[in-house]
């Protein structure tokens, strides 16, 4: 019963603390709704300050019942039983074995996206349509569904086949070459993403000839990096956010435009933001980011690996393992619902390296191309996409993956 009781505590605190934040981001934004900051007083209008202001709590509101909805089927799945009579079940029908143990985790991953649906249905048509994001029709949204579901059946499940597999014959050290699988896999998809799997969703042409297309190649020659194309994608079909993003690794890496950024920025403000993503890459953000990912997942691994011969860790959690029978699936099922309780706690630390990675990206970004540019593009991408512009600074150092828009701004605006 100890463990139960670590469990609960961390549950409590996590759950308290997501919501504790979030009620102070609501607080804070909704104070400060009524005027605009005076940095941007002159750039956005206070009906489009006001926009971002509501469209921010109404996020986060939602989130507040997804937040408790997912600690209710959480507590249902451990203490409660749940997955203890879903392992069960399966036993009765399947039998012991391999097909058994992928079922459970096929069916934890279909019960879960089943409890999301409604989620996602609200968001998409109700919250990002009332505040005139919206542009994804309902027959997308479900195509969009079943593509995803037959790219985790068809990836997914030989992937969990080697991981069992090695669990049930690999010994001890099962998770050392079960982490391999997945390092290996990982860098895979970052080489196919881009050419195989990408395109099952989105259109890509490549960037027309032209004013943006020869400014942009001037900023790959300055900047010394060579990519396979610069194609645009069309992520108008399904919202009216802008973004861009490179994709793929090596000379696959391909560098990403969604429409709707090309048609809200002028080509020097295109070009400022990519050269904030160059900067990603130029200051060697992406690999540190892959490196931190495999050493935390070693870890993560070689936790899993010794609390799956732990039996308090089962019966602590609700679930009765086999003590004769192979219990991997059970194993992996329990860690991957319990383990984000834990990590939650860590999310300021990540947080922090990215706001770090944000500034130096935009310093090379106000090095190799302009400063004012990026600014400018900034200031439109927080309005049309309706961004807060005074977020609160708990709630920011806590979860914000980038700076608050007045401290990023400023960082820009001084001499570089």
Known sequence: MTFTIVFLIAFIASFGLRHWLAQRQI????????????????????????????????????????????????IAFTLMGGLQILNFALLQWLGEGMIQQIALLGSIALISGAIDLPFSWYKQFQLEERFGFNRMGKKLFFTDMIKGIALAIVIGTPLLWAILSLMAKAGSLWWLWAWAVITGFSLLMQWIFPSFIAPIFNKFKALEDGPLKTQIEALLQRCDFASQGLFVMDGSKRSA???????????????????????KLNPGEVEAVLAHELGHYKCNHIRKRLL?????????????????????????????????????????????????????????????????????ADNFAAEKSSAQDLISALVKLYQDNASTLTPDPIYTAFYSSHPPAPLRIANLARPH
Do not use: C
């Open 241 to 263: 956010h802008g973004n861009a993003f490179f994709a793929g690794m090596g000379k696959a890496k391909r560098i990403v435009f969604f429409d709707t950024l090309i048609e």
């Open 27 to 74: 607080r804070h934004v909704a104070k400060n709704r009524e005027s605009v900051p005076t940095e941007f007083a002159e750039k956005i209008t206070l009906a489009d300050h006001q926009k971002a202001a509501d469209y921010t709590i109404a996020k986060l509101r939602l989130g507040i019942l997804e937040n408790g909805v997912s600690a209710i089927v959480l």
């Open 292 to 360: 931190v990912s495999f050493a935390l997942s070693f870890g993560m691994f070689a936790l899993l690996g010794w609390l799956s011969t732990q039996a308090w860790f089962y019966l602590d959690l609700g679930v009765m393992p086999d003590p004769y029978g192979f219990n991997g699936g059970l194993a992996l099922a329990l860690f991957m619902l319990v383990s984000p309780v834990f990590s939650f706690f860590f999310t300021p630390l990540s947080s922090l390296a990215s706001r770090k990675h944000e500034y130096e």
